[in-house]
């Protein structure tokens, strides 16, 4: 057993190559690219190609991930999913990633839904699963959430795109996991039916597709992200043991920009230490946070010695915080 704290060895990230921008989506809907750069601070958004699903994004980026970390596939113990548009109810898109991997009866995989804080809690299943043992888990954040918008609803198809992000967990002198914590408690104001819901019974009238489209209270989300945000930053120093003016870097979840700004106000952070790009691939839902934390260690932006806070929110409602360091 190593005697080497739990951290993150290596990270990958997966964006489809279609674009859509503010431009096209004037085209389909009654928007416009000021009246959205205002609201989110989004310019444009990755669409997944007919072919892709979360499966195929999510391997993309566990295979970057695997091989940043530097291990041999037989040291996985777990995959661990976070995602709110599988292509299956089951089987879970982990095991999809596990089979397509080559690591059949290897290893456990399962899924978590949590909305947009899906990686943080996969990450905080995955570090407990594997404290105190040998082994390494794959924690993945992947949505393909064009899938599941109306575009004819400005309000929803502005905000999301899709995409993966991956971390390769365990033993490692790379970096440590200082602390993590998940919270929820229930919220109709954000919400996606599927074809299982109460509407489909053969007591009713068959669901119009609309149904299964997403919805959401945009103000009443919005002011709960706010509060989620600081809740979050609170909690997550007082558990590390962390003073604000310890914080080096701070990755939110790209929900919007609005909501960056107002976090790192609350945090007392600068803008050029908080990580963005909502504006090039909007709201990715559960692969937000590993996506921003792979581009931010790609760009340099986290240097050794770092103590990085990835916070995040999402649908149920859910909040979720981890504190890193990073040590090379």
């Not at 819901?197 to 669901?207: A, D, V």
């Not at 959401?216 to 002011?223: A, T, V």
Request: proline content about 4%; overall charge negative.
């Amino acid at each position: 057993m190593s005697s080497d704290p739990i951290g993150i060895l290596g990270t990958g990230a997966y964006l489809p190559e279609p674009v859509l921008t503010n431009a096209d989506l004037e085209k389909m809907v009654d928007t416009s690219d000021k009246w959205i750069m205002e609201r989110t601070g989004i310019k444009e958004r990755r669409v997944a190609a007919p072919e892709e699903d979360v499966a195929t994004m999510g391997e993309a980026a566990s295979r970057q991930a695997l091989e940043n970390a530097g291990i041999a596939l037989e040291d996985l113990r777990y995959i661990i999913v976070g995602s709110n548009t599988p292509n299956y109810m089951f089987p879970a898109t982990a095991i999809r990633i596990q089979h397509s991997l080559g690591l059949d009866n290897k290893l456990g995989a399962f899924d978590i839904q949590a909305g947009c804080s899906g990686f943080n809690y996969a990450l905080h299943v995955a570090e407990n699963l594997i404290k105190g043992n040998s082994g390494y888990a794959l924690v993945v954040g992947v949505d393909a959430n064009t899938r599941m918008l109306d575009f004819t609803d400005r309000t929803t198809c502005v905000l999301f795109g899709d995409g993966a992000g991956a971390v390769v967990i365990g033993p490692t002198d790379r970096s440590r996991l200082m602390a993590s914590f998940v919270a929820s408690r229930y919220n109709g104001r954000l919400y996606l039916e599927n074809e299982f819901s109460h509407l489909n019974s053969p007591f009713l009238p068959k669901p119009p597709l609309t149904a299964h489209y997403l919805f959401m209270d945009g103000p009443d989300i919005f002011k709960f992200a706010v509060r989620a945000v600081q809740e979050s930053i609170q909690r997550i120093l007082q558990e590390a043991g962390m003073n604000r003016e310890d914080i080096d870097y701070l990755i939110i979840h790209q929900a919007n920009y609005r909501i960056l700004e107002t976090g790192a106000r609350f945090a007392k952070v600068p803008m050029d230490k908080v990580y963005i790009n909502v504006d090039r691939y909007g709201n990715t839902s559960a692969a937000s946070i590993p996506i921003a934390l792979h581009e931010a260690l790609l760009e340099g932006k986290i240097q050794k010695g770092d103590k990085v806070l990835l916070v995040s929110f999402g649908a149920g409602v859910t909040w979720a915080a981890t504190a890193l360091e990073w040590l090379s």
